[in-house]
């Protein structure tokens, strides 16, 4: 079987110590295509080291993760479309609205979404988008500047069922990780009903590790454990999750 973790920072200081073996160790799990969403300027190096390093198995996305809009957002916006430029990306992300740790550039990072998208429409490129209590104003944004063109997948979904057709009719994936395996977490139920060609497979590593690793950092060779929890959920085979999410996967980031 193949699986796709279609969002994973192994580039992080967190795998400072073991990188080689925890990207080994999920190509042995069958995850031998890893996409690394980018973050800001100053883990640029380190994402493209990663890529360098694994050309065959790491895929690098460009765009300023919502978190990390401040003061200098103008820089790193200009830094972002520069390299976008270079056509050496497979989608622009991570982007979106946080307004979970701090709205103190609730504006900005607005602004900053609308930007991107609209990049996104220039090079012809698939959006990764983060919400963390923001899904109405990050739906707002995707209103105004939705066409036939734009697409993508909201990473990390755990809303509710009503958001989640919400994104489907506008042509965009969910993206389901770990959270789907947490037993209060509510995402089970959303994701028995939904349906599984609209799924693509995420890690978010090192966090949001699924059960029963909890608590532990996360990685990218832990993808079978969320697809056996969408198997169970929909009832369905693993190697059917494995290659539906898959194509999803590769369709959706134009993979070959």
């Known amino acids: 079987m193949k699986f796709i973790d279609s969002h994973t920072h192994l580039y992080?200081?967190?795998f400072n110590e073991d990188r080689s073996e925890t990207i080994q160790r999920a190509i042995s799990q069958g995850v031998?295509?890893?996409?690394?969403?980018?973050?800001?300027?100053?883990?640029?190096?380190?994402?493209?080291?990663?890529?360098?390093?694994?050309?065959e198995n790491c895929l690098p996305m460009m765009g300023l993760h919502p978190t990390s809009v401040n003061e200098l957002v103008e820089k790193e916006l200009k830094f972002v479309e520069s390299e976008l430029s270079s056509g050496n990306y497979i989608a622009v992300?991570?982007?979106?609205?946080?307004?979970?740790?701090?709205?103190?550039?609730?504006e900005q990072q607005k602004n900053?979404?609308?930007?991107?998208?609209?990049?996104?429409?220039?090079?012809?490129?698939?959006?990764?988008?983060?919400?963390?209590?923001?899904?109405?104003?990050?739906?707002?944004?995707?209103?105004q500047e939705a066409d036939e063109t734009l697409k993508g997948v909201f990473?990390?979904?755990?809303?509710?069922?009503?958001?989640?057709?919400?994104?489907?009719?506008?042509?965009?994936?969910?993206?389901i990780g770990g959270v789907v395996t947490f037993k209060n977490s509510g995402l089970g139920e959303v994701v028995?009903?939904?349906?599984?060609?609209?799924?693509?497979?995420?890690?978010?590593s090192p966090y949001l590790t699924p059960v029963p690793f909890r608590?532990?950092?996360?990685?990218?060779s832990y993808i079978p454990l969320i697809a056996e929890k969408i198997a169970l959920l929909q009832n369905k085979?693993?190697?059917?999750?494995?290659?539906v999410t898959t194509q999803n996967c590769m369709r959706l980031f134009n993979l070959t």
């Not at 755990?158 to 994104?167: D, H, L, P, Y």
């Not at 608590?215 to 990218?220: C, L, T």
Request: aromatic share 10%; proline share 3%; hydrophobic share 45%.
């Open 237 to 243: 085979s693993l190697s059917e999750v494995a290659d």
């Open 112 to 143: 900053a979404f609308a930007h991107q998208l609209q990049l996104a429409k220039k090079y012809k490129l698939p959006v990764v988008i983060h919400t963390r209590d923001s899904f109405e104003e990050v739906y707002a944004v995707l209103l």
């Open 32 to 55: 031998s295509t890893m996409l690394l969403p980018a973050i800001e300027m100053g883990t640029f190096d380190a994402m493209m080291d990663l890529v360098n390093a694994f050309p």
């Open 93 to 106: 992300g991570e982007i979106g609205i946080d307004l979970y740790w701090d709205r103190t550039f609730a």
């Open 215 to 220: 608590g532990k950092r996360n990685e990218s």
């Open 155 to 175: 990473h990390c979904f755990t809303g509710s069922e009503t958001q989640a057709r919400q994104i489907i009719e506008m042509g965009f994936y969910l993206g």
């Open 192 to 204: 028995a009903n939904l349906p599984l060609e609209k799924m693509i497979l995420e890690t978010d």
């Open 12 to 14: 992080l200081e967190h």
